[in-house]
């Protein structure tokens, strides 16, 4: 929880200035704020709550929306690369079949190396 706290004050001519700004990604105020809003305007203490509550449930419900999507992606991604490597080397074998070896070699071997690196790849990033 990261929390930054500015606070700056001035006198002059008998008279003093104090402001203060809190910057937090805490879901709910500090209780300093709370306390604060009761004394000024006891009824909106439980608005604050429930605005909470529902700006915390919003935000659990779009991480799990968004870990769901990213979930489905790398499963949607590993199984296309399932398909095209074993397209290529399919391919490949019916090259091979044919007795077209120099074909088969370069069609399998590039599809091996290219799987290998895009794996590579998408590992280090």
Known sequence: MANSHTKASAK???KELTVSSTTTDCPILPIEQIERLQKIVP???????EQTNA???YRRTENRRV?????????AGLLFALIVALSGLAAAAY????GREVTASVLGG???VGMVTAFIVA???
């Open 12 to 14: 002059g001519d008998g």
């Open 43 to 49: 009824h909106r203490v439980e608005w604050v709550f």
């Open 55 to 57: 700006e915390s449930e």
């Open 67 to 75: 870990n769901t999507l990213v979930f489905i992606e790398r499963t």
């Open 95 to 98: 090259c091979a079949s044919l």
């Open 110 to 112: 590039t599809t091996l």
């Open 123 to 125: 590992k280090k990033n």
